[in-house]
């Protein structure tokens, strides 16, 4: 009998040629038919380093990935256990405390007291799902759960304030936020309580979604030709922002991109400045450059800012790339109950072969493609 799923650490030949002629396309971490939406591979990371897409993938992909956008999530909901998620608190918690110092220039304060209580929420979970008795293991989880939904409240409360004042924290709270929501649909994965993990995933997409499209929004500017400026020649491209807006709409191509932009060419050509003097703060802050007798200079402002643009860029496509993995864990969820694979033996999934040291992702491909509700 032809098994379900088989697992691998190399790119299987047919699927790399999908990548390249693009009759496949990446999904976070799914690959799917670009044509019907089937997904035909599932990525795992094989090592313990989640950060970027590996680059056996991108130079699979070949003009589809010109850049391996990090994230805060790993490719497979697998692979993000408790240990990972608290590590990537920790790191959250970190970015804000170094930011801590220019807000206080601008006279506004962060409470950082609410990670500690995120900390203790994932060591409450740790401990359910290491219990021996049944009983004990559904109600401590229950308990953490129930912490998980509380962090929930108050980031999305977070997030809301940070991208009205268009702050530069705007997006460790959206990270936490998308984090609150892992967690507690990972609790009723280990439950095997695959419906409610489903839905949970699904609500806390949608809340993620609207405020990531904002964040965007802010960080592309007003003008978002900006990015054009001839002195990004070779690092920034219309391709590269063409697959930022075909987030939102991914009907559009690149001649349509560039119409978006057309008249935002010439405004741009005409009064540079004013570009730069309607920069949002998540950007560049004012407090940031000299100021003389009457504010900050603009031309330090100008200079900053361009020198600012590419890493904004990547902090773009790295929310994005975020949330498109946020949105495939619902494809794997979808997969465990329709192959009727256990959480459990989902997580235990590992090629026969010795795994070679280049090896940085594992390929799980069911036996036939899957339709699975995803964006």
């Not at 977070?158 to 997006?171: F, G, N, P, V, W």
């Not at 998308?178 to 609790?187: G, I, Q």
């Not at 499209?213 to 070779?234: E, M, R």
Request: overall charge negative.
């Amino acid at each position: 009998m032809e098994p379900v799923v088989t697992a691998s650490f190399t790119l299987a030949n047919w699927i790399a040629k999908g990548l390249a002629d693009g009759s496949f396309e990446r999904f976070g971490g799914v690959i799917r038919e670009a044509a019907t939406g089937r997904v035909v591979t599932f990525l795992r990371e094989a090592g313990s380093t989640v950060a970027s897409v590996p680059q056996q993938l991108q130079m699979a992909q070949g003009a589809l990935m010109v850049t391996s956008a990090a994230s805060v999530l790993s490719l497979g909901v697998s692979v993000m256990g408790f240990a990972l998620v608290m590590q990537r608190i920790n790191e959250l918690e970190e970015r804000l405390k170094q930011t801590e110092e220019l807000l206080k220039k601008i006279d506004r304060k962060i409470d950082l007291s609410f990670y500690a209580n995120l900390r203790a929420a994932l060591d409450s979970a740790v401990s359910a799902f290491t219990a021996s008795k049944g009983e004990t293991r559904r109600s401590m989880a229950i308990l953490a759960i129930n912490r998980f939904l509380e962090a929930e409240h108050i980031y999305t409360g977070y997030t809301d304030t940070e991208l009205e004042q268009k702050s530069q924290i705007a997006d460790e709270y959206l990270l936490t936020l998308s984090l609150a929501y892992l967690t507690e649909a990972r609790c009723y994965l280990e439950l095997e309580e695959y419906d409610i993990a489903l839905r949970r995933f699904q609500e806390g997409a949608k809340v993620v979604r609207s405020r990531i499209q904002k964040y965007v929004d802010i960080l592309l500017t007003s003008n978002p030709a900006a990015y054009l400026q001839p002195q990004y020649k070779g690092q920034i491209d219309l391709r590269r922002l063409t697959r930022i807006h075909q987030w939102t709409n991914p009907a559009l191509d690149e001649n349509e991109v560039f119409e978006l932009y057309r008249e935002n060419f010439v405004e741009f050509v005409k009064d540079p400045n004013k570009w730069v003097d309607s920069l949002p703060p998540a950007i560049l802050a004012r407090v940031e450059v000299p100021w003389g007798w009457f504010g900050p200079n603009p031309e330090h402002l100008k200079e900053e800012a361009i020198k600012r643009l590419p890493k904004v860029l990547e902090r773009v496509e790295s929310i994005i790339e975020t949330y498109r993995r946020l949105e495939a864990y619902q494809a794997e969820i979808q997969a465990i109950a329709q192959l009727g694979i256990s959480f459990h033996d989902w997580l235990k999934l590992a090629p026969s072969e010795t795994k070679p040291d280049e090896a940085e992702l594992m390929y799980i491909i069911p036996s036939k493609p899957l339709e699975l509700a995803i964006s």
